[in-house]
């Protein structure tokens, strides 16, 4: 077994289960899936550390245990259609390739998508649409979705974003907290044309930068 294959087995059994990732297919797909290769080569050796690891300008390869979790709460299926918003290299949309059916990935930086392109071809995951644009605004040409994952925190989710939740859809996010705090990883679900949304668990996932903060009022 190489390093990087234990470093897999140990993150799935000291960090994931311990956390309450059962999926069993979820699982499957981590243990199959080289995160290492979502990093650049200098960043290799920290693929599989509890923590957000920085791709610089900003943006981070989410913690491992928080993007399971918010992909498990999504409980993907085999004919959904999803959308990643912050892709960035693209393991959470590589990820969600292997458990559904469709995955679109939307990244705000042209050079992260053009890596995340070439790992999912190299890797030889084929069901990934990369779009390259403003994260606020999702991928409304390829909507409705089944499944919504915002891979970063955010302040809010752009009423745009929701609009591209058919029914019966879902959407799993951080949303970020006041300075100093930590964020409250979230489930939106779509049923009858309506949203709502419930508390899922503390996170400390970096906020994805485009992201406007909510009005304020002044008197």
Do not use: C, H
Request: a neutral charge; proline letters at 8%; glycine letters at 12%.
């Amino acid at each position: 077994m190489s390093d990087f294959a234990l470093a897999r087995r140990n993150m799935i059994d000291g960090q994931l289960r311990p956390n309450r990732v059962t999926n069993v297919a979820l699982l499957a797909a981590i243990g199959e899936l080289p995160r290492e290769r979502f990093l650049p080569e200098a960043l290799r050796s920290v693929a599989y550390a509890d923590e957000d690891v920085p791709l610089g300008g900003g943006r981070y390869l989410m913690e491992p245990m928080v993007l399971a979790r918010l992909i498990q709460v999504l409980q993907p299926q085999p004919d959904d259609r999803a959308v990643v918003i912050g892709a960035g290299r693209g393991y959470g949309a590589a990820l969600l390739a292997r458990l559904v059916k469709t995955v679109t990935a939307v990244e705000s930086d042209a050079a992260l998508a053009a890596a995340g392109g070439q790992i999912a071809k190299d890797l030889g995951l084929s069901d990934i649409q990369w779009i390259v644009g403003n994260l606020e605004q999702g991928a409304p040409g390829a909507a409705p979705f089944d499944i919504v994952l915002v891979e970063g925190a955010v302040r809010q989710i752009p009423q745009t974003i929701l609009d591209q939740m058919g029914e019966g859809g879902r959407l799993a996010v951080t949303i970020s907290g006041a300075p100093g705090a930590l964020g409250v990883a979230q489930l939106f679900v779509k049923n009858g044309g309506v949203t709502s949304g419930r508390p899922l668990f503390d996170a400390g996932t970096p906020l994805l930068p485009g992201f406007a903060p909510p009005p304020r009022f002044t008197f």
